[in-house]
Each structure stands twice: as C-alpha cells, then as structure tokens.
Antibody
Framework: EVQLVQSGAEVKKPGESLKISCKGS????????IGWVRQMPGKGLEWMGT????????RYSPSFQGQVTISADKSISTAYLQWSSLKASDTAMYYC????????????WGQGTLVTVSS | DIQLTQSPSFLSASVGDRVTITCRAS??????LAWYQQKPGKAPELLIY???TLQSGVPSRFSGSGSGTEFTLTISSLQPEDFATYYC?????????FGGGTKVEIK
C-alpha cells in the first residue's frame, strides 16, 4: 500500500527555521516525483515545487523560488520542505504528494503538516 | 502562468442531484487537466486525470470532459459522501496551477 506520512504539526516564531518531512512507503520512492502543496487557512491549493528523489532534480513555482528549499534523501525514502526564516504568512497546511509516473497529477497525498508561525 | 477559473465557487444541491462544475483555462491546455476532491480536514484526492480518465477506485458517477480551455466535472447522482470542495489543476505547463475551488454543500 502506497503511503506518504508527514511529520507533525509545528508552532514556530517569525525568523525561526523549520524543516518538515514526508516519508514514502509501499513503492520505489526514488522513481516517483514528490510535490509540495500549500493551503493557507480557508484558502485553495498552491503548488510549491516538485523533486525527483532519484537525482534530486527539483522544479519550483516562481512564487516559492528562494522562499523555501525542497530536498530528498532517497536512502530513507523521505522528502523535505524547509524554511530558513519563517514569516507569519507561512502559516498554512503543507501537503506532500506523489506524482503519477507518466504525468504531473498527484495520485497519493500525505496527511498534511500544519505550520503555525506566531510571535 | 495559466489561470484556472472555476464556476460556481459554491453550490447547494440535494442527494440524487446531477451536479456540473466548470473549469476554464486562460489558455489552451489540451487535455492536461485533473480534478480533485477535498473533504474538511483531509488531504485532496485525485478523481480524474487527462480531463476524462477516472482514477482507480473512484466511483463511476464522477465523470470529466472537455479540452482546450473549457472543462467540466459531472457528478451524475450526488451522494452524501460527495459533499466536499472540488479543485481543477492544469498540468500542461509549469508552474502547475489550481482553480479556486467549488464547495458543494447540502441543500
């Protein structure tokens, strides 16, 4: 069974750093792209970027380029999303999702990680 | 970036109703469109990809159609478990973009 399990909720202060994770199981992790999607409170879905764990090839949305870093460690089947300096506007639910093998849609999703940034 | 406009943004319907949601793209995207369902407090789930292909395990009451700039998601007979928010997503070009969502509520 394909599963993506994300790390738990985080409460941080503005200016702090953070790295959240997404661990895949039930499939060959290195062979499927993993994407990250943001959902701000009460709002819609925003694609942030996608990484191929096999070679760490990464594509970012221009809206998020330079604001976050997406990485992966294929040896432990885990993808990451990190911030070096959080802002209150980063408060959101963050989902990781597996891309289908031959197209860009996301066929499996993690349960989401809620990040709250507040002073 | 390709903009996706969903309509309506909200609809109220009854169990058994036929429901249609529209997604319009700001430029042609061939059939590179997906539909997702999201229930409160849950992650989105893929319903349809390539505009009209049903994802494995999705009930056949869901169907998708369209190409180019206009697409529709149809639920042939609304069931209680279908009350949720639906999003379209274009996968034609980067950055990938989503529509604003359509919330389907019980009348």
């Amino acid at each position: 069974e394909v599963q993506l399990v994300q790390s738990g909720a985080e409460v941080k202060k503005p200016g702090e750093s953070l790295k959240i994770s997404c661990k895949g199981s039930g499939y060959t992790f290195s062979s499927y792209w993993i994407g990250w999607v943001r959902q701000m409170p009460g709002k819609g879905l925003e694609w942030m970027g996608t990484i191929y764990p096999g070679d760490s090839d990464t594509r970012y949305s221009p809206s998020f380029q330079g604001q976050v870093t997406i990485s992966a460690d294929k040896s432990i089947s885990t993808a990451y999303l990190q911030w070096s300096s959080l802002k209150a506007s980063d408060t959101a639910m963050y989902y990781c999702a597996r891309r289908k093998v031959s197209s860009e849609e996301f066929d499996y999703w993690g349960q989401g990680t809620l990040v709250t940034v507040s002073s | 970036d390709i903009q996706l406009t969903q309509s309506p943004s909200f609809l109220s319907a009854s169990v058994g109703d036929r429901v249609t949601i529209t997604c319009r793209a700001s430029q042609g995207i061939s059939s590179y469109l997906a539909w997702y369902q999201q229930k409160p407090g849950k992650a989105p789930e893929l319903l349809i990809y390539a505009a009209s292909t049903l994802q494995s395990g999705v009930p056949s009451r869901f169907s998708g159609s369209g190409s180019g700039t206009e697409f529709t998601l149809t639920i042939s007979s609304l069931q209680p478990e279908d009350f949720a928010t639906y999003y379209c997503q274009q996968v034609s070009s980067f950055p990938l973009t989503f529509g604003g969502g359509t919330k389907v509520e019980i009348k």
